[in-house]
């Protein structure tokens, strides 16, 4: 029997799984200019230099190679870039991403490691719920950074370990797969809190897929009190948004409504009235101009550069697959979708290959986060910077090369029968 227990592991193992986890919090616990993650990948880096027999990928294929291939030529971008140093920086984030991706995909191909990596991402995952809440109804911040200058400060607009409330509800968005999953009665609550702090930082485009997420599961799920539950859960969110602040309660439906109309804006281009939603319109536009101009992209990390310049009051274009296509062209924007394309498709097809329950249902888990995740990073200020979407990307390659299925496993998901 594969024990899941994380105190039984080798201090290798849980080197690595901790260092998974700081990626996870990412700049949430910094000490000075030195944060826990930087600290956690030199440490990693020296094991991996004293042991590499034993943290050898062990397996070769396509979806490492197109990564591979996807970092290659965002490294090629610094030798036109229209900003170098904006360039360099952003390519050292994209490396200590990528070791943060290859650890996930080492740790997640194993059964040895499954159990104690997830159990070790949902603990964090439920402290950086329960700063969200504290964060709604107080004052209190998460010190995301040293000097590090907190606009939602004096609001009550949750922003968790990631110092920015659209970052926070992307990584809600992507657990919500497996929260509505877990086995235990809970999960419900666990449901009900992210739709409360997903309201609180209005952040409208996740709201969207939130909504659409919770509407699928309610129609692809058989079972009936499942139905019931996910609309009690959702009633119940509401009546309490409308105790905790009555004036964000009223405007539920109209928020709702208005995300909506915003997205229908913003993919019309009809920029409208909405400050936020005319600035991201006005960056797309100035974004599409510059990859007409320069179809190979103006570098890594550049447009931002190109912003201050022209006085933008927001700097990031927060829509990942756009900043792709105008900072490293459209060559890196085909490598990423295909990647992704192609992880997805190898889960299903390693989904109709297993038999077994437990294998059924991380798979398809892994797909509807990697779905969710398509949309929702269009909401984050920057993807390069973002660390979660490096780990959710090493799940989904380590899961379809997972070794030992023949072993048994105890694990708290139940068989996913949607």
Known sequence: MISPKFKKLPIWDKVFLITIAAGYISGGVSFGSVYLLHIMLAISLFVLLIRPAKYKIGYWDYKIAIYLLWVLYNFFTLLWSWELNYSINTFIIISI??????????????????????????????????????????????????????????????????????????????????????????????????????????????????????????????????????????????????????????????????SFIIFKNYVFGSVGADNSISNRLLLTEESIKLFQQNPLGIGIGASKKVFEENGFSILSIHNFFIEMLVESGMISLFLFVLMLAIIINSLLSKERMYHRKFNRSMNVLMVETLVITIPAIVSISTGYYFIPLYIVLGLGIGLTNIKNWSQPITYSYKEHKN
């Open 97 to 258: 991403g990528s070791f943060v991706l290859y650890l996930t995909m080492v740790m997640s191909s194993d059964c040895n490691h499954i159990v104690p990596l997830f159990n070790l991402l949902a603990f964090v995952f439920l402290i950086e719920i329960a700063i969200a809440c504290i964060e709604i109804i107080t004052t209190f911040r998460w010190p995301f950074e040293v000097g590090y200058n907190n606009r939602f400060a004096a609001t009550f607009i949750p922003t968790g370990f990631r110092g920015n409330p659209n970052n926070l509800t992307t990584v809600l968005l992507m657990a919500a797969p497996f929260v509505l999953s877990l086995k235990y009665k809970w999960k419900y609550l666990i449901i009900l809190l992210i739709l409360i702090i997903v309201f609180f930082a209005q952040s409208r485009g996740n709201l969207i897929v939130l909504s659409g997420y919770l509407f699928y599961y309610f129609l692809v799920n058989q079972n009936t009190v499942k139905k019931i539950k996910i609309v009690i859960t959702s009633v119940i969110s509401s009546l309490i948004i409308f105790v905790v602040s009555p004036d964000f309660g009223s405007l539920i439906a109209k928020r709702i409504t208005a």
